[in-house]
């Protein structure tokens, strides 16, 4: 890892036995550039609409957030009739996470919070996070920067939260947080529920 001149090479990562060919190691994954604002909420768009605004949309529109947001995952999930968050879709989490994240109360966790204040909340790190927002569980992503906004419609109402999480800490921009907004609002406007 060092150069023969003391020099610490980055490059000796990438070629570290073993992190190629684990596939679910989210925290390994390549974070590609980003399009920009409007390449973004143009995607988001499309999908929806090819999608006639159903749920199917919702993979490929978080795989655009996690390539645009450079982050390796994330999750939709909408506000039932029943009043909990139910996820609709998730990318990059281990399968005994998405087995605790499949309801959310509002209120509770990133997104339940976001939900309830109806802005988004985030943490720099949530491995080592003291604030309360975090729940014991999202330790378990492995995740560290993270951000949760709610998906709020043109009449004001609430239709569920999206989120996004680096295997790195990270302090997520404002004009990070409110595209993320402009994001949920648009899926919020396409979508009946």
């Known amino acids: 890892m060092f150069s023969a001149n003391g020099a610490f090479s980055i490059l000796a990562w990438g070629n570290a036995p073993g992190l190629a060919d684990r596939p679910n190691d989210v925290k390994h994954t390549p974070m590609p550039s980003n399009p920009g604002p409007d390449g973004i909420l143009s995607s ?13 949309s919702f993979a490929p529109i978080l795989d655009d957030l ?41 209120g509770k966790g990133m997104a339940g919070i976001a939900a309830e204040r109806r802005q988004p909340v985030q943490v720099c790190n949530l491995q080592t996070d003291t604030s309360g927002v975090v729940r014991p569980g999202a ?11 709610p998906m709020i419609s043109p009449d004001g109402s609430l239709k569920g939260t999206l989120g996004v999480a680096k295997p790195v800490p990270y302090e997520f ?11 949920g609002a648009l899926i919020a406007s396409r979508f009946p529920r």
Do not use: Y
């Open 173 to 183: 921009t404002s004009d990070e947080s409110d595209l993320l907004m402009k994001v």
């Open 44 to 56: 988001v768009t499309e999908k929806l609409e090819q999608a006639s605004c159903s749920t199917a």
């Open 66 to 106: 996690l390539q645009h947001f450079q982050c390796s995952a994330g999750t939709i999930h909408l506000l039932s009739e029943t009043g909990l968050l139910e996820l609709a879709a998730q990318r990059g989490l281990p399968e005994f996470v998405v087995g605790k994240i499949t309801t959310i109360p509002i």
């Open 139 to 149: 330790r378990d992503t492995k995740m560290e920067g993270s951000i949760a906004a």
